[in-house]
């Protein structure tokens, strides 16, 4: 069984920045990919940063330059460092990892925490 637990969110003024977590624990083989997601109210959740094992990361133009996903091995967890924040930005940001457990293959979704970037 793999849990993926969320943190970082919170209120940001326009400018400021944040590092969103996903750790994961679980039976976990390793993670293959990695990938930040997010809604706002009234929209399709959209995909924010995706990268996988030996490749390069991807962004959505509207973060480019200012978010970088990242992780860290030896604690199975995933960052998304998000600078420049802007109020466009406020959603709900899910963290969405590919992971080899010692018996399946699948890619498991976060719970979801709250960026509300205001003044």
């Known amino acids: 069984q793999v849990q993926l637990v969320e943190s970082g969110g919170g209120l940001v003024q326009p400018g400021g920045s944040l590092r969103l977590s996903c750790a994961a624990s679980?039976?976990?083989?390793?993670?293959?990919?990695m990938a930040w997601y997010r809604q706002a109210p009234g929209k399709q959740r959209e995909l924010v940063a995706l990268?996988?094992?030996?490749?390069?990361?991807n962004y959505a133009d509207s973060v480019k330059g200012r978010f970088t996903i990242s992780r860290d091995n030896v604690n199975n967890t995933v960052y998304l460092q998000m600078n420049s924040l802007k109020p466009e930005d406020t959603a709900v940001y899910y963290c969405?990892?590919?992971?080899?457990?010692?018996?399946?293959?699948?890619?498991?979704w976060g719970q979801g925490t709250q960026v509300t970037v205001s003044s």
């Open positions: 679980g039976s976990i083989f390793n993670i293959y990919g």
């Open positions: 969405n990892l590919g992971i080899h457990t010692n018996t399946r293959t699948s890619w498991y």
């Open positions: 990268t996988t094992n030996g490749g390069s990361a």
